[in-house]
């Protein structure tokens, strides 16, 4: 059974940071590109940043890029977001997934506040 | 970047209505788009892909059709468990565009 179990979140203050994980299980996780995406509260959701297999090609949106990086270990069958610099208008649901967004995990909380 | 406009925002239909929602690109995709089915405090599910492929496990009555600039989700007969938000997602250049949601509501 493909699995993502995203972590890391929590309440940050404006100008701080946060690395969120993404553990992956039941599929070949070093073949797939993988994807965040995030949903602000009572709004839409947002693409954030896109990884390939084997982290050759790196794309971010504009809202967050030269603030937010991504990566993944493939041994580990893990993705990550390093978020840093971080704005209340980062606030919200992040979710990450595979592919063309086939599979998404269950979401992890960002909060960011003072 | 392509925008994709999705209408319409929200719709409120009953049980076995037939339910369309449109979305349209800035420019043309080919057929790189997905359907999203989400569900409040879930994550999102797909429904479609390649604009008319049925992801495994969805049932019939939903149908996506389009090619280029113009897409269609359709559900033939609503059913209860249908009342959710729906996204259309571009993934023909990035940066990724999903549509602005259209919900479903009860009528």
């Known amino acids: 059974e493909v699995q993502m179990v995203e972590s890391g979140g929590g309440l940050v203050k404006p100008g701080g940071s946060l690395r969120l994980s993404c553990g992956a299980s039941?599929?070949?996780?070093?073949?797939?590109?993988m994807n965040w995406v995030r949903q602000a509260p009572g709004k839409g959701l947002e693409w954030v940043s896109s990884?390939?297999?084997?982290?050759?090609?790196?794309y971010y949106a504009d809202s967050v890029k030269g603030r937010f990086t991504i990566s993944r270990d493939n041994a580990k069958n893990s993705l990550f977001l390093q978020m840093n610099s971080l704005r209340a208008e980062d606030t919200g649901l992040y979710f990450c997934s595979r592919g063309i967004m086939d599979y998404w995990g269950q979401g992890i909380l960002v909060t960011v506040s003072s | 970047d392509i925008q994709m406009t999705q209408s319409p925002s929200s719709l409120s239909a009953s049980v076995g209505d037939r339910v369309i929602v449109t979305c349209r690109a800035s420019q043309g995709i080919r057929n790189d788009l997905g359907w999203f089915q989400q569900k409040p405090g879930k994550a999102p599910q797909r429904l479609i892909f390649?604009?008319?492929t049925l992801q495994s496990g969805v049932p019939s009555r939903f149908s996506g059709s389009g090619s280029g600039t113009e897409f269609t989700l359709t559900i033939s007969s609503l059913q209860p468990e249908d009342f959710a938000t729906y996204y259309c997602l571009q993934h023909n250049s990035y940066p990724w565009t999903f549509g602005r949601g259209t919900k479903v509501e009860i009528k």
């Open positions: 039941g599929f070949p996780f070093s073949i797939y590109s």
């Open positions: 390649a604009a008319s």
């Open positions: 990884i390939s297999s084997t982290s050759t090609y790196i």
